[in-house]
């Protein structure tokens, strides 16, 4: 053991206070035993505080060992880990009484599994540290906190040295410093041939129609032919087949892009006899500066031409498609500032489009507009879709325009023929389908029954509620095929199921491929009921096989339409809209003048002074709660309307844009300006105050947001989605004052688009787009660090180990185990500062105490003494009284015969009574017997 004093001018103070303390004993000396203790006690607070100012530690050597063991589990070393587990446990068997052992497990950061402690076991790995890149470096600065002052220092690093991350040579002073020996195992890991897509380099902003250079760098450890594969998004835009040479390789594609926003490239390499596939891909991404792109799907072709002219002489951007190459993915989305629909119907329109349209407008800002037609809105079955939600206008009617109670009857040819099949479906199963198609836009209000037929027919639905759909389905669904045809007699049934219905609005459709040898006389009386009974008939002609005429002549004079088709697909979409149609109110052919109902900006720079134009039709809907109805019908129906969905805006113009309904307003001089207002305001404009970057931390991207002027109140959130529609959202936090922070973890490699927004009090103030791409891990490069662990065990003098038992071999030198005494020695003075205070608030006398608990003492002594002398008296007067008895005994018995008196034979002998003594009446003094030896002779 050693001293140590950390203060020595402290020691001053000692001589001082001494000084001070004796001349105060000299002037005042202590009266009492209560002074004496009052100075005492002072006397040593006074020598504690001064100890505890002077700093003093103490140093105890002793043979304290701790061992680190240090893990790389990265994916460079995914094939070594339950052997580096096995090492390790391995190594504990013989670890030494009395040490301590700990594992700390890292990659790209680290992470501690088993803290300091003496089990001699380590079951297995439980932290999960980011395994894509090797940060040797943080890894063992990291463990350096797990040792306690005072005990010998061991580590024992793990690893293949493939070091990516970080610097280990920065860790050397650290290890010397703290006297720490440093084994290493070094794994050897296994290569193979290797060729990997090293970088990508594409220009950060690029503009639209310029042509640039896309640079790709390889790298490999042998020579071989391969593939490089260019694709720019979903599309492919290069191939090259190519000579890779050892080493180092580049190689040029040329590009260009035809539409604003950030673009993803994507890099594919395929090399003969390349042993890994993980590192053959990498992505990359620019910015394409141009004009705000308006993307236009049209429903049909040539009815578009009037809006494609008022968008080109506005000087926009515009990208027309038709309705089938619509985006798919939101990405594809994200490359337009609003999309207007002409005319659309649901069905054209893929799943992937209904699948990010509403995440496209209320998420990322985008902008929709719908213009009408025959094929829009509920005609377009946009009820119960995305479209729906994001729109300012409901597909149902409600209010005084609703639509009364329906009874829809179908009646389904099920004959033989319907088993003919288009594109591997049956005519059977896509009736079946239209079947469920019409049931989905009728109410719980409506009423449905079907009938199938082929040469008899059967009641599948009878008449009823639409109530449980799913239970109707059922029966549509086991529907099967069989016989001929005869009509006849299923679509007489079906005017006695609807005769009995008491709906307002009644509606049979016949769908057939055949005929049944009737001539349409047959049919005269039974059309005359349906007209009397207010049942309306449309018919469905199937593929080349239907009798046309008869189906034409039978929808005609049942007053409904009839339809002939020989794409079998159509045939839903068919009786979906057939139910709408029934009804009479959905699309409206009528001239009116539109009212206007709200001076709003989509109708800034347009005169209404004198009047706006009227129209000659348009599609029955229904504003929304929170929409802007903007223009109403004479029917008071939106004509045009706007909504705030989200971040997006969205407008819907009932009317068509094609000229049929809608020819006044496009030669009307301020018509043009209305539909390019309609559209130029779902394009979002927000400030650039703020600045986004996004970077890759392992599988992570580091979110950092900048905007100095951000309000104290707002908050900062954003979203993400990648090339396989992986989305998701998140919320910044604030690290200092106008930078936001956020870490997502990734897992698809690729291109993700961000966005990221300012919101205050729920409305958004900004918005900012960002691009990132996702590499691979650096595990997968070649490395040439590996070197630096031979520096490192050089520079600390520490040693290269292969096997478990060479851990902990060889002598490590004693530590000094350092006790710092500065808080013991304050506490004992503050605790007995406290008593003093007591002893002398309370007017303690603890001399007085002593005395008494000596006195007490000696009086509880004496009391003992004095009761066990008692005693002792009172047991020899009872031994006298017994021995006097005797002698009286004697005495008396002296005259009679003693031989055979046995009991006094042998007291004969031994005992003399002074007989006088005896015969007197007076009492024997024991006392004296007990004080005179001579009287205890004589008894």
Same mark, same amino acid.
């Given at each position: ?163 990516? /991350? ?27 041939? #290797?060729?990997?897509?090293?970088? *990508? ?67 594919? *390499? ?28 049209? =429903? ?14 506005? =000087? ?106 288009? =594109? ?90 055949? #005929? ?96 706006? &134009? ?126 936001? #922070?956020?870490?997502? &973890? ?28 996702? /590499? ?28 478990? #038992? ?134």
């Amino acid at each position: 053991m050693n001293l140590e004093i950390g203060n020595l001018y402290a020691l001053i103070l000692i001589p001082i206070i001494f000084a001070f303390m004796y001349s105060t004993f000299k002037k005042h000396k202590p009266a009492s035993k209560n002074d004496w203790v009052i100075l005492i006690s002072r006397i040593i607070i006074f020598t504690l505080l001064v100890g505890a100012f002077t700093n003093i530690s103490l140093n105890f050597k002793g043979r304290n060992v701790s061992t680190v063991f240090i893990l790389d589990v990265s994916e460079s070393m995914g094939d070594f880990k339950e052997s580096g587990e096995l090492f390790i446990n391995n190594a504990l068997k013989e670890i030494p009484k009395g040490n301590k052992s700990g594992v700390v497990i890292f990659g790209d950061n680290s992470k501690i599994d088993k803290v300091l402690n003496k089990k001699k076991e380590y079951k297995s790995i439980n932290e999960n540290p980011v395994v894509s890149a090797t940060n040797i470096q943080e890894a063992v600065e990291s463990s350096l906190a797990l040792f306690k002052k005072g005990t010998s220092k061991r580590i024992v690093l793990i690893t293949d040295g493939e070091e990516n /991350q970080g610097d280990i040579l920065k860790s050397i002073p650290l290890i010397n410093e703290q006297n720490i020996e440093l084994k290493v195992n070094k794994v050897t890991s296994k290569g193979g041939d #290797e060729v990997y897509v090293d970088n *990508v380099k594409v220009p950060d902003n690029i503009s639209v129609g310029e042509e640039f250079s896309v640079q790709i760098d390889l790298q490999s450890n042998y020579a071989a032919k391969a593939k490089l594969i260019l694709f720019s998004g979903r599309d492919k835009v290069g191939e090259q087949d190519v000579q890779i040479q050892k080493g180092k390789n580049a190689f040029v594609f040329k590009d260009k892009q035809t539409s604003g926003g950030f673009k993803g490239y994507r890099v594919l *390499v395929e090399a003969e006899g390349d042993t890994s596939k993980v590192n053959n891909e990498f992505s990359a991404f620019t910015n394409v500066v141009d004009k705000a792109t308006i993307l236009l799907i049209n =429903g049909k072709l040539g009815e578009s031409e009037a809006l494609e002219k008022i968008l080109s002489e506005a =000087g926009a951007n515009v990208k027309k498609i038709g309705s089938k190459s619509a985006p798919m993915k939101l990405n594809e989305f994200l490359e337009y500032k609003t999309i207007i629909l002409n005319n659309v119907h649901k069905d054209d329109l893929n799943n992937g489009f209904m699948d990010n349209v509403e995440t496209y407008v209320k998420d990322y800002g985008g902008g929709l507009v719908s213009f009408g037609g025959e094929e829009a809105y509920a005609l377009g079955g946009y009820k119960d879709t995305s479209l729906e939600k994001v729109l300012p206008v409901n597909m149902d009617k409600t209010g005084k325009n609703e639509v009364p109670g329906i009874s829809l009857n179908l009646v389904i040819d099920k004959s033989g023929s319907m088993s003919g099949e288009s =594109g591997g479906v049956s005519k059977l199963t896509l009736a079946k389908e239209a079947a469920m198609k019409a049931l989905e836009n009728l109410r719980e209000v409506d009423e449905i029954s079907l009938i199938a037929f082929d040469d008899t027919f059967e009641e599948v639905v009878p008449l009823q509620k639409v109530g449980d759909k799913n239970a109707i389905k059922e029966k549509i669904a086991g529907i099967q095929i069989r016989g001929g045809t005869s009509i006849y007699p299923a679509l007489d049934a079906g005017y006695k199921i609807q005769k009995e219905s008491n709906a307002k609005i009644k509606h049979t459709i016949l769908l057939t491929d055949g #005929e049944d040898g009737m001539p349409y006389a047959a049919y005269a009386e039974l059309l005359a009921g349906f007209n009397s009974s207010n049942i309306t008939l449309s018919t469905v002609a199937v593929g080349e096989g239907a009798n046309q005429t008869l189906l034409g002549d039978l929808a005609t004079v049942g007053k409904g339409r009839s339809y002939y088709t020989d794409m079998y697909t159509d045939i839903p979409r068919i009786f979906a809209k057939e139910v709408l149609l029934s009804v009479g109110t959905y699309i409206i052919n009528e001239e009116f003048t539109p009212s206007i109902l709200s001076n709003h900006e989509i109708l800034s720079g347009v005169k209404t002074s004198e009047g706006i &134009p009227s129209l000659f039709g348009y599609i029955g809907t229904s504003i929304k709660k929170d929409a802007i109805e903007i223009l109403r019908s004479n029917h008071d129906e939106p004509i045009l309307a706007a909504r705030q969905y989200g971040l997006g805006k969205t407008v819907s113009w009932t009317s068509d844009i094609s000229g049929q309904w809608s020819r006044n307003y496009l030669t009307w001089e301020y018509g043009a300006q209305l539909v390019k207002n309609m559209i130029f305001y779902t394009i979002p404009q927000y400030g650039e105050e703020g600045r986004l970057s996004v970077t890759q931390e392992g599988n992570e991207a580091k979110v950092e947001f900048y905007n100095d002027k951000i309000s104290k109140d707002a908050k900062v959130k954003g979203l993400y989605n990648g090339e396989n529609d992986k989305k998701g959202d998140f919320e910044l936090t604030q690290t200092q004052p106008g930078k936001f #922070e956020a870490n997502i &973890p990734l897992e698809d490699l690729g291109f993700y688009n961000f966005s990221i927004r300012e919101e205050e009090e729920g409305t958004v103030k900004n918005n900012y787009k960002g691009g990132f791409a996702l /590499q691979y891990s650096q595990e997968f490069k070649f490395n040439n660090n590996v070197q630096k662990l031979d520096t490192v065990v050089k520079e600390t003098k520490g040693s290269f180990i292969n096997k478990p #038992e060479e851990v902990f071999t060889g002598d490590l030198e004693k530590e000094y185990n350092k006790i710092n005494t500065v808080t013991p020695l304050l506490v004992i003075s503050i605790i007995l500062f406290m008593l003093d205070i007591a002893y002398r608030r309370l007017n303690l006398d603890f001399s007085k105490y002593f005395r008494n608990r000596k006195k007490n003492k000696s009086k509880v002594y004496k009391e003992k003494t004095k009761k066990k002398s008692m005693n002792k008296e009172a047991s020899i007067n009872e031994d006298l009284k017994i021995k006097t008895e005797e002698a009286i005994d004697l005495e008396v018995n002296e005259h009679t015969p003693r031989k055979n008196n046995k009991k006094y034979k042998k007291q004969d002998n031994n005992v003399t009574i002074d007989s006088e003594k005896i015969g007197k009446k007076e009492t024997l003094n024991t006392g004296m017997l007990l004080k005179k030896k001579s009287d205890r002779k004589k008894i």
